[in-house]
């Protein structure tokens, strides 16, 4: 199979588009749009955002040293967007994109309502790496849509039609192909288990 060889550059696709909401106190607060963010450790858990030091958000982050990262679905596509392309120098994003800041429960910067999902976090460590820097934080509290919620107290979070970030182009998740581990999970048996032997009847054999 042929490829063709290209120079460095990010091809790690797709990505999570998340929508990281920030603020000073006395300002009014700002969201930000990344895709550069993953998990980095699970005990305890910490996850980790990247931002150009051009970006009005990056100083708000780097002084309080807090953020939200706000999970995004089909119905916070246009906002995820926009604040992507405009600066909260010059709009009150929350205002234009019609979004509710909501109080979080650890930290000082707000969630987006709206989000299926909150993720309150500390800041913990900041990473110089070039075009951007790396803030390494720390959950300290995860907010979840209760309408996702089953009644077995289970979050359903493939109910929330979440988006994804590939290449510059925005995706949903599409239909779910497997879960973890579902290559070496055993196999369900069609066998009863009644503990008796199936009954065996005898052939008869026709008299010559």
């Not at 900041?126 to 720390?138: T, Y």
């Not at 239909?175 to 290559?183: A, R």
């Amino acid at each position: 199979m042929a490829k063709v060889v290209w120079q460095p550059g990010n091809m790690l696709y797709p990505i999570p588009a998340v929508m990281v909401s920030c603020g000073r106190e006395g300002e009014v607060p700002n969201i930000i749009t990344a895709a550069w963010v993953g998990n980095v450790c699970s005990s305890p858990a910490m996850l980790s955002i990247s931002v150009r030091k051009e970006r009005y958000s990056y100083d708000i982050i780097k002084e309080t040293g807090e953020f939200v990262v706000n999970l995004t679905n089909k119905e916070l596509l246009k906002a995820t967007d926009w604040c992507g392309v405009r600066s909260g120098r010059d709009y009150d994003k929350f205002k234009e994109m019609k979004l509710t800041p909501q109080k979080s429960n650890k930290i000082s910067a707000p969630g987006i309502a709206e989000s299926p999902v909150n993720i309150e976090c500390k800041v913990k460590q900041i990473l110089e790496l070039g075009s951007h820097d790396m803030f390494v934080a720390e959950v300290m509290c995860v907010d979840v849509d209760d309408k996702y919620m089953d009644d077995k107290g289970r979050f359903d979070l493939g109910k929330a039609d979440l988006i994804t970030y590939s290449h510059g182009e925005y995706f949903d998740l599409g239909k779910k192909l497997g879960k973890f581990g579902y290559s070496v999970a055993k196999k369900p048996s069609n066998k009863k288990t009644s503990g008796k032997k199936p009954s065996q009847k005898k052939s008869k054999k026709k008299k010559q």
